[in-house]
């Protein structure tokens, strides 16, 4: 049996992919354009898979979340890892939005009763001013993405 492991694409999906990678998903591996993640999409430090899924016993399986004091590199991979954000949008955001964002996705509240948040159903106007708003992203870069990937920077 061949091992796999898990990538996320260029659009933030997480792929199972078989050993050894055929040669073009290769090079987009090393060249960055495709990430090496777990299974759940967390990021993968060469830990076995099973090991970051179960966690610890003092994070019950949570990814803590960075100190006040900590670097925006720490904040945006903690954003990935926690929150499955691809690269580019953790990267994208300001500090004080990566430190806004709540201990785990669907902590607390459901997305539906954040504040200000348009409804699914809301014209892509509405989630750009939303995100903009939110310090997410600029309006600029915040129109270069479609409304299905703006949902899910907030979900």
Do not use: C
């Not at 966690?55 to 903690?78: C, I, N």
């Amino acid at each position: 049996m061949a091992e796999t492991i898990h990538v996320r694409g260029e659009g933030g999906a997480v792929f199972t992919m078989d050993l050894p990678l055929p040669e073009a998903i290769a090079e987009r591996l090393e060249r960055g354009h495709l990430v090496r993640v777990n299974a759940d999409g967390s990021a993968y430090y060469g830990v076995p898979a099973p090991a970051l899924v179960q966690g610890s016993a003092l994070t019950e399986g949570l990814v803590p979340r960075p100190g006040g004091r900590a670097s925006k590199a720490d904040w945006v991979l903690w954003a990935m890892s926690a929150h499955a954000l691809p690269e580019e949008t953790a990267e994208a955001m300001t500090l004080a939005a990566l430190k806004e964002l709540p201990e785990q996705p669907g902590a607390g509240t459901s997305p539906a009763a954040a504040d200000g948040r348009p409804g699914e159903d809301a014209p892509k106007p509405e989630w750009i001013d939303h995100i903009v708003k939110k310090g997410l992203l600029s309006r600029e870069d915040a129109e270069a993405y479609t409304k299905d990937d703006l949902i899910a920077m907030v979900s």
